[in-house]
Nanobody, 112 residues
Framework: QVQLVESGGGLVQAGGSLRLSCAAS????????MGWFRQAPGKERELVAA????????AYADSVKGRFIISRDNAKNTVYLQMNSLKPEDTAVYYC?????WGRGTQVTVSS
């Protein structure tokens, strides 16, 4: 069982930046691919970015390419999401995911 805890959300003006963190604990040896998802009110949950634990290969949704950066610190079992040039449409609850495990989410609100 893997436990995931997100942090770093908040309120920011358009054009600003935030960095989200996701700390994993438990059966961390099973970590392979970790992802950040988001869900805005009335919308489906969508993949924002993903990273392989070992090789660091990354993938991004088209809507965040060039603005968001996903990274990981294996020693700390933590994955980060650096979000730059934030837009009001980035407003959502952001969730960390690995396999079947999900964090509780952290709210990101971008004001115009």
């Amino acid at each position: 069982q893997v436990q995931l805890v997100e942090s770093g959300g908040g309120l920011v003006q358009a054009g600003g930046s935030l960095r989200l963190s996701c700390a994993a604990s438990g059966r961390t040896f099973s970590l392979y691919r970790m992802g950040w998802f988001r869900q805005a009110p009335g919308k489906e949950r969508e993949l924002v970015a993903a990273i392989r634990w070992g090789g660091g290969n990354t993938a991004y949704a088209d809507s965040v390419k060039g603005r968001f950066i996903i990274s990981r610190d294996n020693a700390k079992n933590t994955v980060y999401l650096q979000m730059n040039s934030l837009k009001p449409e980035d407003t959502a609850v952001y969730y960390c995911n690995v396999g079947l495990a999900w964090g509780r989410g952290t709210q990101v609100t971008v004001s115009s």
